[in-house]
């Protein structure tokens, strides 16, 4: 299969995406956005201490997506088509006891994210009878305060609205993008604070997921100076609801629930990279000690790897091909195309906006101007009309006035003629 695929033989090589391409064409949405749910979803089924391993190390299975796209072009749906069409081994219906899936989490602050995973729940004291049991059963304590509020260790946060984002993260303090960048790599996740409170997960003790609609005129916190110094860009997937959708093949016909396979877990450690992943791995982090990569490409490669674990858990295995690789760059192409649409209407937007601030400076600056010859030349009429009524005079001769000042006499007098009424502040 080449290393490039044209995106019809990508969305048919597959039942899950020839099945989402299927659900996008009659829904009339772009497959794109259902693949990224996909994707989060698959992830989220992965054990929280299973990772990616390849020569230069490991890397947490944790994703960034952004789903971007004019207002009402269905970034939103796209959660719900994948939630009500593909059932995952987490929300199966035939099988209860694996059920864990609890949808989805609306963030309040990056602050308040680790306090999403744990919930607050002491052992009681020696001699004060049995100790509480957890919420859910096997699920084990963080520390003895603090248990895990989900089996897997797992979250998905979900900014159904960019501005949402923008506007907590203009909070003084807030750090919710350095949050993202922390979660998706898998590092320590909190705050210890002074008073003895806060949470703090430790490394790789997690799984973590954050999805963000936006779109693409509005997605300046995500783009802005630090976001990319940071490396912000690579470690998203940005999917475009505009692309490859179907006008002429919507219809009204039920589409059938796609299952995804479940994996027995026992015994798997992590996903190991194939040798052409490693000498991929191995070159990028060359080419990186060489100054040749940009902060934008510093985790991309990374990235492709953890699309390529996701194509393996749709397909039931625990083992990496050379198809999930190349299918995982089909992704990154898309992204990449995406995150460059996103960048430049954000440029533009950026060019119309100092257009506008520079009008609107010229014209504070004319009126300004305007609202100085006037204060000038009612200042030279308040300084004839004194001069007049203190010599009895109907006339004054230009001397009366400073030599600054006597090119407005004459607008100053005719202010006078057509306001016989107005007298000088006192």
């Given at each position: 299969m080449p290393s490039k695929k044209l995106e019809a033989q990508f969305w048919a090589s597959r039942p899950i995406l020839s099945h989402l391409r299927h659900l996008a064409n009659c829904k009339g949405q772009s497959p794109w956005p259902l693949l990224g749910w996909s994707i989060v979803r698959a992830l989220h089924t992965v054990p929280w201490d299973v990772c990616y391993k390849s020569t230069v190390g490991e890397q947490a299975l944790n994703s960034l997506v952004g789903i971007s796209g004019p207002t009402g072009s269905g970034k939103t749906i796209s959660y719900k088509l994948v939630e009500k069409h593909l059932i995952f081994p987490d929300n199966d219906p035939k099988n209860p006891s694996a059920q864990t899936w609890e949808d989805t989490v609306p963030p309040g602050s990056g602050e308040s994210m680790p306090d999403s995973y744990v919930t607050f729940e002491p052992k009681?004291?020696?001699g004060e009878g049995k100790t509480k049991s957890p919420s859910k059963s096997g699920v084990a304590r963080l520390s003895a305060a603090l248990i895990w509020k989900h089996l897997?260790?797992?979250a998905v946060f979900f900014f159904d609205e960019v501005g949402m984002l923008t506007s907590r993260n203009s909070r003084q303090g807030s750090t919710l993008v350095e949050y993202l960048k922390e979660?998706?790599?898998?590092?320590p996740f909190g705050r210890a604070l002074a008073n003895g409170k806060g949470v703090v997960l430790p490394q790789d003790s997690y799984r973590f997921a954050c999805v963000i609609n936006t779109q693409?005129?509005?997605?300046?916190?995500?783009?802005?100076?630090e976001a990319v110094?940071?490396?912000?860009?690579?470690?998203f997937l940005w999917f475009d609801v505009?692309?490859?959708?179907?006008?002429?093949?919507?219809?009204?016909?039920?589409?059938?629930?796609?299952?995804?396979?479940?994996?027995?877990w026992s015994g798997v450690r992590n996903?190991?990279?194939?040798?052409?992943?490693n000498n991929a791995h191995l070159q990028h982090h060359w080419n990186a000690l060489d100054g040749l990569i940009t902060e934008s490409e510093s985790h991309v490669l990374l990235t492709q790897a953890i699309v390529a674990v996701a194509f393996a858990v749709l397909d039931g295995r625990v083992e990496l091909t050379e198809e999930d690789w190349q299918l995982a760059h089909v992704v990154i192409e898309h992204t990449t195309k995406t995150r460059k649409a996103v960048e430049e209407a954000l440029a533009e937007e950026n060019r119309l906006s100092a257009v506008r601030d520079g009008t609107r400076a010229s014209v504070k600056a004319v009126m300004t101007g305007e609202a100085l010859h006037e204060q000038r030349v009612?200042?030279?009429?308040?300084?004839i009309y004194r001069r007049l009524k203190k010599t009895g005079r109907k006339k004054i001769g230009r001397r009366d006035i400073a030599s600054a000042s006597r090119e407005y006499i004459d607008e100053a007098e005719s202010f006078l003629d057509a306001n016989p009424g107005w007298r000088p502040p006192t």
């Open positions: 009681k004291k020696e897997n260790h797992a979660g998706w790599s898998g590092s693409p005129k509005r997605a300046g916190v995500l783009f802005s100076d110094s940071g490396g912000l860009q690579g470690r505009t692309s490859d959708v179907n006008r002429d093949l919507v219809t009204s016909e039920d589409v059938e629930p796609f299952h995804i396979p479940t994996i027995d996903f190991r990279a194939l040798e052409s992943m009612e200042q030279v009429a308040a300084s």
